[in-house]
């Protein structure tokens, strides 16, 4: 079967890898489309995401779905045939952060196509994988595997914004309109914010903004745009670059909530941090996700909205180009890669 490794800085192939088999609890799901994420551009143009380096080869890929095929022994979940989703984190379960109900950084979690842990954990961009049965998630009724390849990222999505507080009302600053952007925009509409303002460089990503329900879009790099609010209630700092983290810090009403979604680079970032004391801004990290999960697939369910968002669909074979086009924001959202057909 094909398959995504990722060997080093700009070293990615697309090379046969063994089929595998289910072993004792776990699923072999047939992958239809996985969604290129911006740490699997990380790891293809840089070697890594944040401190996470490579150490070996890896198979990249964390937002998989397709249809289940069949189950080791012992486990059971959606009939073979079925459209999942892959939920891509297995937490160990009883480290202190997961018995206190926050999995989501548990400290000795498994994540598809991540080299945070040595052996890294192989990821979904293949044509068969296998993970833990109670990772597969049945689609809801009217949810596409098309539409269906955009719950991962907006899981994170959901998790910054309940990062963020109660939104109800208010008026929320997302900076930076990637794929984790746009999304965290649908998200805090979800969530009953009054105004949602989005910053980003360039004008491409801001029209995708808007098309999940921005109200205001900013161009970042002009200071005389007439949409720059006078202050937010809160923010979602999505750009992974200090000078967002820098204009949330001074947008964000005294007394508001920032959160820091994107992952900044590794080492000392510098910020505004005298802010964060003399208004008493309350700053939160937001990392991955856990139930938002399932509640993404059924927000997806009811959105047609987010088809806007996946600008690109490719072939397996031909991933170094869908790595290039995601890479290009000026042409793209979200990419996704095409396993149908592939043995």
């Not at 899981?155 to 109800?168: M, T």
Request: hydrophobic share 45%; charged share 20%.
């Amino acid at each position: 079967m094909l398959g995504c490794v990722i060997h080093g800085q700009g070293d990615l192939r697309v090379t046969e890898l063994p089929v595998p088999e289910p072993g004792p609890g776990q699923a072999l799901v047939a992958v239809r489309y996985g969604g290129v994420c911006g740490s699997d551009l990380h790891y293809w143009r840089h070697g890594g995401v944040g401190d996470f380096r490579l150490r070996e080869p890896m198979v990249l890929g964390h937002e998989v779905v397709g249809t289940v095929v069949e189950y080791g022994a012992g486990a059971s979940g959606p009939a073979p045939g079925t459209a999942v989703a892959v939920h891509p984190a297995a937490p160990c379960g009883v480290c202190p952060e997961c018995e206190g109900g926050r999995r989501n950084v548990c400290r000795d979690t498994r994540y598809l196509g991540s080299a945070a842990r040595f052996p890294h954990v192989q990821g979904g961009f293949a044509a068969r994988v296998v993970v833990p049965a109670e990772q597969v998630r049945p689609l809801p009724p009217g949810l596409d595997l098309r539409r269906a390849a955009l719950a991962e990222p907006l899981s994170v999505a959901l998790h910054a914004v309940r990062r963020a507080g109660d939104l109800r009302g208010r008026h929320v600053l997302v900076t930076g309109a990637g794929p984790i952007g746009c999304l965290v925009v649908a998200a805090a509409k979800a969530a009953g914010a009054a105004q949602v303002t989005v910053t980003d460089l360039l004008p491409a990503a801001l029209a995708y903004a808007s098309s999940v329900g921005a109200d205001t879009l900013v161009r970042a790099d002009d200071p005389t745009d007439p949409g720059w609010p006078a202050e937010v209630d809160a923010a979602v700092e999505a750009s992974g670059v200090a000078a967002g983290l820098d204009t949330c810090l001074r947008l964000v009403r005294r007394g508001g909530v920032l959160v820091q979604l994107g992952m900044l680079p590794p080492g000392p970032s510098p910020f505004a941090g005298n802010l964060v004391v003399s208004r008493e801004i309350e700053l939160r990290g937001a990392f991955r996700f856990d139930a938002e999960f399932d509640d993404a697939l059924a927000l997806l369910a009811v959105g047609p909205a987010f088809d806007g968002l996946v600008s690109a669909v490719v072939p397996v074979r031909d991933a170094e180009s869908a790595f290039a086009l995601a890479a290009d924001r000026s042409r793209s959202c979200k990419v996704l890669l095409n396993f149908a057909g592939t043995p």
